[in-house]
C-alpha cells in the first residue's frame, strides 16, 4: 500500500500527553506520531525523501549514503522500490560477516549496497561526482539538503498549527528542523534537540536550507541531551524509555527520540517552555534502529 495512504490515520494524531509534570507548569504536549506512519519507511524520512523521489524519476536510479545503523538508508531503499526506482546506498565502513539489520532490510528492498572506507567516505564529493557520472541521481547523506526540507515542511500540514507555542525535535542532519522552521507561524518557536555532541557547525547547517526571511523565525537548538554522542546509549536513557513506554504507550528510539522525549520532560520541569505553553513534538520514528539492541534491554 502507498505510504501516503497512512497518513490520515488516527494513530498519527496529534495526540495529547496526560503526565502530572506537564500539568504542573500547565504546559500541554501534543505528539504527532509519525512512528506510526508505516512500519519501515516511519516517521520523518518518508517526508524528507518524496522531492527527492520526483527529481529522481527521469534518472531512474538513485544513490544515497549512511551508516550500518541508517534509518535513511532504510526508507530510502523501500521508497526507491515503491517508486520503481533502482537505488544504491553507499555505505560506511567495512563490510561485516553479517549485515546489520538495517542494511539487511535495503538489501531485502532491492537496494544494492556498496561499502567504503570511513576514509574514502569523508570525500563524499568525489564519490557524489562519480555516481552522478554513471548516470544515478544523488540524495546527500542523510537526506539533508533543499529538497529534503521542503518535503519535511509538509509535516505540519497534518496538524492544526495555531494551537502551539512550541514545536520540538529532534536533529541529525538539521533537515527536519529546517523545514519545520519554514512551515512554523511567527509566533512559534522551533527547538531542536541534537543528537550529536557538540556539533557546532548544526547550526549553520539548518540555516543554509533556510531563506532569508526565514532566518528572521525563532528557532534554537539545545545541546544538551546527547547522552554521549550520536547513538550512544545508557542506562538512564534506556529506563527512561522503558518508563516512557509504560507511561504512554508510545516506543521511542535509542538515537534520536528516545532523547527528544527525554529533553522534554527535563525542559518542562526546568520550566524551559514557561507557563501555558503549548507544545507540539514530532516523533520522527526511527523504531527499526532499535534492532541493533540485544532482546530484552528494552521492554517494548
Ligand atoms: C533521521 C532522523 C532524524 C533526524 O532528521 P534530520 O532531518 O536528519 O535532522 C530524527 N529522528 C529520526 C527518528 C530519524 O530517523
Known amino acids: 500500500m502507498p ?26 504536549l501534543d505528539v504527532l506520531r509519525l512512528d506510526a ?34 534509518n535513511h538508508i532504510v526508507a530510502t531503499a523501500f521508497a526507491a522500490k515503491q517508486a ?8 560506511r565502513g567495512e563490510e561485516t560477516s ?28 568525489t564519490i557524489k561526482t ?50 519545520l522552521i519554514k512551515a512554523a507561524l511567527p509566533h512559534q518557536t522551533v527547538t531542536g534537540i541534537s543528537s550529536m555532541k557538540n556539533n557546532e557547525s548544526l547550526m549553520s547547517e539548518v540555516e543554509a536550507l533556510l531563506t532569508a526571511d526565514e532566518h528572521k523565525k525563532k528557532y534554537q537548538i539545545n545541546h544538551d541531551f546527547h ?5 550512544k546509549i545508557n542506562a538512564s536513557l534506556i529506563q527512561f524509555m522503558n518508563d516512557w513506554h509504560a507511561a504512554h504507550e508510545m516506543p521511542t528510539d535509542i538515537v534520536y527520540t528516545g532523547k527528544l522525549f527525554y529533553a522534554i520532560q527535563a525542559l518542562t520541569k526546568a520550566k524551559f517552555f514557561g507557563h501555558g505553553t503549548c507544545l507540539l513534538a514530532i516523533h520522527s520514528g526511527g523504531l527499526q534502529g532499535n534492532q541493533s539492541l540485544k532482546d530484552g534491554i528494552l521492554q517494548f
Open 3 to 28: 505510504v501516503n495512504n497512512y497518513l490520515n490515520d488516527s494513530q498519527i494524531g496529534p495526540h495529547v500527553l496526560q503526565a502530572d509534570w506537564l500539568n504542573e507548569h500547565a504546559n500541554q
Open 37 to 70: 506512519l508505516h512500519p519501515i519507511v516511519s516517521g520523518n524520512k518518508w517526508f524528507k525523501l518524496q522531492h527527492y523521489l520526483q527529481a529522481a524519476k527521469p534518472f531512474g536510479k538513485l544513490a544515497t549514503f549512511g551508516g550500518a545503523f541508517s
Open 84 to 91: 520503481g526506482l533502482a537505488s544504491k546506498g553507499i555505505i
Open 98 to 125: 553479517s549485515l546489520s539489520p538495517s542494511l539487511q532490510a535495503a538489501k531485502d528492498f532491492g537496494m544494492e549496497l556498496q561499502f567504503i572506507s570511513r576514509e574514502a567516505y569523508n570525500s563524499i564529493h
Open 130 to 179: 562519480e555516481m552522478e557520472a554513471e548516470g544515478f541521481y544523488v540524495i546527500d547523506p542523510g537526506g539533508y539538503g533543499q529538497l529534503g526540507a521542503l518535503g519535511a515542511a509538509a509535516i505540519l500540514q497534518a496538524v492544526d498549527l495555531q494551537k502551539y507555542n512550541h514545536i520540538i525535535c529532534s536533529v541529525g542532519s538539521g533537515t527536519m528542523m529546517a523545514g
Open 227 to 231: 547522552f554521549g554522542g550520536f547513538a
